[in-house]
């Protein structure tokens, strides 16, 4: 039967207090609303068949995204915005599919996230600890705790007094969550960040593209 599916993309942004839903517990929501409607989707087979979702690129908990993706497979023809429309009528309201496509790039081409930081905080030791030579943390890695220096892998855009635009690398080679960076300073300020909202705007290829 898979192999008379047709794979279809679902960007969609999760904002508000859908930003605290693990992605397990998102995985969950788009099974149940997709049960809701009349998409033809596909399921899995075997003992335990289950509607077929995958998220390409997760967010940590307590980040907001605004170009996320999501994978589904459909058994027979349904149009691209008749799927938005289905979705949106029965998904919560802080989860709004924004367009359904073609898949063009695979998962493994990710390379990097573009993060939107709010923050409030002061401004002047937060510079002075992005100019630092070297920014070392403990990160878990598959083979345990690693010390990594994060300068090599942040680049930083339009640093203004309430904040700035930040690239890290994610995707299956290497991925830093921002929590490790805002960690890392506030251990170097000794000072708590006042506040801090965090917004993925892109997910970016290995050559440069957007994730499409």
């Known amino acids: 039967m898979e192999n008379n599916?047709?794979?279809?993309?679902?960007?969609?942004?999760?904002?508000?207090?859908?930003?605290?839903?693990?992605?397990?517990d998102l995985i969950?929501?788009?099974?149940?609303?997709?049960?809701?409607?009349?998409?033809?989707?596909?399921?899995?087979?075997?003992?335990?068949p289950h509607t077929y979702v995958n998220i390409n690129l997760p967010l940590s908990l307590?980040?907001?995204g605004i170009r996320e993706s999501m994978d589904i497979k459909l058994t027979s023809e349904m149009s691209y915005s008749d799927v938005m429309d289905k979705l949106n009528a029965v998904l919560p309201p802080d989860?709004?599919?924004?367009?359904?496509?073609?898949?063009?790039?695979?998962?493994?081409?990710?390379e990097k996230s573009v993060y939107e930081i709010s923050i409030k905080c002061n401004m002047q030791k937060l510079k002075a600890f992005l100019d630092l030579s070297a920014i070392e943390v403990e990160?878990?890695?598959?083979?345990?705790?690693?010390?990594?220096?994060?300068?090599?892998?942040?680049?930083?855009?339009n640093i203004t007094d309430d904040g700035?635009?930040?690239?890290?690398p994610s995707g299956c080679d290497f991925t830093i969550n921002p929590s490790l960076l805002f960690e890392a300073y506030e251990k170097y300020s000794g000072e708590e960040i006042e506040r801090i909202d965090v917004v993925r705007s892109k997910i970016?290829?290995?050559?440069?593209?957007?994730f499409m």
């Open 28 to 48: 969950n929501c788009f099974q149940r609303a997709l049960r809701r409607t009349d998409i033809p989707v596909w399921h899995t087979q075997g003992f335990n």
């Open 139 to 157: 990160k878990k890695t598959k083979r345990g705790i690693s010390t990594v220096d994060l300068k090599p892998h942040i680049t930083t855009e």
């Open 204 to 210: 970016l290829c290995k050559d440069g593209s957007e």
């Open 5 to 24: 599916t047709t794979a279809i993309r679902i960007f969609f942004s999760k904002t508000g207090r859908a930003k605290y839903i693990s992605a397990l």
């Open 95 to 110: 989860i709004r599919v924004t367009e359904v496509a073609r898949p063009v790039k695979k998962h493994t081409e990710i």
């Open 164 to 168: 700035f635009v930040l690239y890290l």
């Open 62 to 64: 307590g980040t907001e």
